[in-house]
Nanobody, 120 residues
Framework: VQLQASGGGLVQAGGSLRLSCAASGRTFRSRNMGWFRQAPGKERELVAA??????YYPDSVKGRFTISRDNAKNTVYLQMDSLKPEDTAEYYCAASLKPFSTVVALADYWGQGTLVTVSS
């Protein structure tokens, strides 16, 4: 599986961005998909995951971020609303057969990062 992330950019606080991650390969539908982020000097953290059973968000983004997937297009999205300066980070999409850990950033496949910068 190859993952290609896009959609990052510069936005003012309170604004919105939508990230996209296009996947190649026939196994996209069988994999859990997630978005992680890594700010300078910080650990990579899971910010959204979509499973057949539902979705996961940490408290830091709950109610502001929405993950979705379009299996027909082999694409997963991350809609980010009410952005805050602390959301500034490199964002990575990821694919995994297992559920994503909320403690350690692990995945079977990673996309390249897309930079999100939120100005105050």
């Amino acid at each position: 599986v190859q993952l290609q992330a896009s959609g990052g950019g510069l936005v003012q606080a309170g604004g919105s961005l939508r990230l996209s991650c296009a996947a190649s390969g026939r196994t996209f539908r069988s994999r859990n998909m997630g978005w992680f982020r890594q700010a300078p000097g910080k650990e990579r953290e899971l910010v959204a995951a979509v499973y057949w059973s539902g979705t996961y968000y940490p408290d830091s983004v709950k109610g502001r971020f929405t993950i979705s997937r379009d299996n027909a297009k082999n694409t997963v999205y991350l809609q980010m609303d009410s952005l805050k300066p602390e959301d500034t980070a490199e964002y990575y999409c990821a694919a995994s057969l297992k559920p994503f850990s909320t403690v350690v950033a692990l995945a079977d496949y990673w996309g390249q990062g897309t930079l999100v910068t939120v100005s105050s």
